[in-house]
């Protein structure tokens, strides 16, 4: 496995664990309670707080701010300049660190540019979240949301193509041919044969 690597501009307070492989570029802030898996991508500029698990082979691009609460799970992409939010009600004179509401962002799914989160939120497995979405409510896993309140379009497979579905609920994943099934407006992937 490829060794760690901190580019010499990036301040990694002591007490972050970070995992093997990972590598962490210019600018970036990585507090001392924060834990970080093997193999992720720290982008320029990022920071990320006290109390943040980033997975394993996440990928988090330049500018992007995660914040005390947030869990993000293996696998996960957030886009440049992805923000997540911890009070829903933050006043400058007003401390309200005992509020704090968990966020939490499932294996695989994807963030694109400029998204925000509002906190106290679930973003499902594999989600697709298109760019600039402001999302303020749990999004399913599999899904397709973008806009402002972002708004579920549609589904897509583990690999992010999109997923129709015939009148049984079967899809096939155009790029890999896996299926899924639709039941109850949930989507699975079904087992291998």
Request: proline share 5%; net charge positive.
């Amino acid at each position: 496995m490829s060794q760690t690597f901190i580019h010499p501009t990036a301040v990694v307070d002591e007490g972050a664990v970070i995992g093997e492989g990972t590598r962490i570029w210019h600018f970036s802030h990585l507090m001392p309670a924060c834990r970080l898996g093997a193999r992720c991508n720290i982008g320029q500029n990022v920071f990320i707080d006290n109390g943040v698990t980033i997975g394993s082979g996440v990928k988090i691009q330049n500018n992007v701010s995660v914040y005390n609460g947030v869990v993000v799970e293996d696998d996960v992409f957030l886009g440049p300049s992805v923000v997540f939010t911890n009070v829903i009600n933050p006043r400058s004179f007003i401390e309200r660190k005992h509020e704090f509401r968990p966020t939490v962002v499932r294996r695989g799914a994807s963030l694109g540019a400029n998204t925000t989160i509002v906190c106290g939120v679930e973003i499902g497995a594999y989600a697709l979240v298109g760019a600039g979405s402001v999302i303020t409510k749990n999004i399913k896993s599999f899904a397709l949301v973008y806009g402002n309140p972002a708004r579920q379009r549609g589904w897509v497979s583990r690999e992010g193509y999109p997923l129709i579905f015939n009148e049984k609920g079967i899809a096939l994943c155009p790029g890999t041919g896996e299926k899924y099934t639709l039941e109850r407006n949930e989507v699975f992937l079904s087992p291998a044969c």
